[in-house]
């Protein structure tokens, strides 16, 4: 019976209008078939749900029963048809996921251009690469990137931009380190389950530099709490208070002498940032047509 939604429909009509015959009107269709699809439910349920007085209808305990479990399908179907009808009317909201580095530095200045791609909203969640690709096996959002290679079963990934982590500073510093130069500043540092920290405290570990006797003075989640740190940083201080940060976090004001970049001579820390989906959504017309457009924004 719950696959066949009018007879309960024609059950909330004759309960709404408390008459036959009100509802045979208010529906289009003749009294015998209102009576007939009541009959049916109550056959159905082998009870009574109705009975007819002289002023208007009253509902059977088991009536009163029915008629509170329709009210709820009513709405949810309601609500259902309305969702359905955003899809048909290309209407909803195509919802990015990002990490810190791309959703707060790279990814704003393109949603304009991908919500004309696709012809509909965007919005976009930020956090640690981890918690995007669980929100996006969550199904939360549609399109994931990130900065850190979280592979999961069930999702496609596919490389996108370059990045480079530089050191950097508030104060002017030398184009080229040495590793002695490493334990003449004062760091502020990621929190721990940072894919970046992981990245950098790897290449320490190549460069034979041992960070754990660096002279931490601060650890901090994001990207844009490293930069606000170092920039709000006393300018003049004995010792550099330095980091190690995307590039792209910062290139603005590198570029306006706000701040200040260094690496170690022949020796990059590059990574790629990642475009990641469902498998399941692999033929879906919305997600191919942004993971297209992004892959045009390579750098």
Same mark, same amino acid.
């Given at each position: 019976?719950?696959?066949?939604?009018?007879?309960?429909?024609?059950?909330?009509?004759?309960?709404?209008?408390?008459?036959?015959?009100?509802?045979?009107? &208010?529906?289009?269709?003749?009294?015998?078939?209102?009576?007939?699809?009541? &009959?049916?439910? +109550?056959? #159905?349920?082998?009870?009574?749900?109705?009975?007819?007085?002289?002023?208007?209808?009253?509902?059977?305990?088991?009536? +009163?029963?029915?008629y509170r479990i329709a009210v709820k399908l009513e709405k949810a179907i309601n609500t259902?048809?309305?969702?359905?009808?955003?899809?048909?009317?290309?209407?909803?909201?195509?919802?990015?996921?990002?990490?810190?580095?791309?959703?707060? #530095?790279?990814?704003?200045? #393109?949603?304009?251009?991908?919500?004309?791609?696709?012809?509909?909203?965007?919005?976009?969640?930020?956090?640690?690469?981890?918690?995007?690709?669980?929100?996006?096996?969550?199904?939360?959002?549609?399109?994931?990137?990130?900065? %850190?290679?979280?592979?999961?079963?069930?999702?496609?990934?596919?490389?996108?931009?370059?990045?480079?982590?530089?050191?950097?500073?508030?104060?002017?510093?030398?184009?080229?380190? &040495?590793?002695?130069?490493?334990?003449?500043?004062?760091?502020?540092?990621?929190?721990?389950?940072?894919?970046?920290?992981?990245?950098?405290?790897?290449?320490?570990?190549?460069?034979?530099?041992?960070?754990?006797?660096?002279?931490?003075?601060?650890?901090?989640?994001?990207?844009?709490?490293?930069?606000?740190?170092?920039?709000?940083?006393?300018?003049?201080?004995?010792?550099?208070?330095?980091?190690?940060?995307?590039?792209?976090?910062?290139?603005?004001?590198?570029?306006?002498?706000?701040?200040?970049?260094?690496?170690?001579?022949?020796?990059?820390?590059?990574?790629?940032?990642?475009?990641? #989906? %469902? &498998?399941?959504?692999?033929h879906d017309a919305f997600v191919n047509n942004v993971v297209d457009f992004l892959l045009?924004?390579?750098?």
């Amino acid at each position: 019976m719950l696959k066949d939604f009018a007879k309960l429909q024609t059950f909330l009509t004759v309960v709404k209008e408390k008459s036959f015959s009100k509802a045979s009107a &208010k529906l289009g269709i003749s009294q015998p078939a209102v009576t007939q699809q009541i &009959k049916f439910i +109550e056959e #159905y349920l082998d009870t009574r749900i109705v009975e007819r007085k002289k002023n208007g209808i009253k509902l059977t305990k088991e009536g +009163e029963d029915l008629y509170r479990i329709a009210v709820k399908l009513e709405k949810a179907i309601n609500t259902s048809q309305k969702e359905l009808l955003k899809i048909i009317n290309k209407d909803f909201t195509f919802i990015l996921g990002a990490s810190y580095a791309i959703g707060n #530095y790279v990814i704003p200045t #393109y949603l304009g251009a991908i919500k004309e791609k696709i012809n509909n909203e965007v919005y976009m969640h930020v956090g640690l690469s981890n918690e995007i690709i669980d929100e996006l096996e969550d199904k939360k959002i549609d399109v994931a990137l990130i900065e %850190s290679p979280v592979f999961r079963d069930g999702i496609i990934y596919r490389e996108w931009m370059e990045d480079e982590l530089v050191l950097f500073s508030n104060q002017p510093l030398p184009k080229y380190l &040495k590793k002695e130069d490493f334990f003449t500043f004062d760091w502020v540092c990621r929190d721990e389950n940072s894919h970046t920290r992981k990245l950098v405290s790897e290449a320490f570990e190549e460069l034979e530099i041992d960070c754990s006797t660096f002279n931490v003075i601060g650890v901090v989640q994001s990207p844009t709490a490293v930069k606000e740190t170092i920039m709000r940083s006393p300018k003049d201080a004995e010792r550099p208070i330095v980091s190690v940060i995307s590039r792209h976090v910062i290139e603005d004001e590198i570029a306006e002498g706000k701040l200040y970049e260094s690496r170690m001579r022949n020796f990059r820390v590059h990574r790629k940032f990642y475009i990641a #989906y %469902s &498998k399941e959504r692999k033929h879906d017309a919305f997600v191919n047509n942004v993971v297209d457009f992004l892959l045009t924004m390579r750098m």
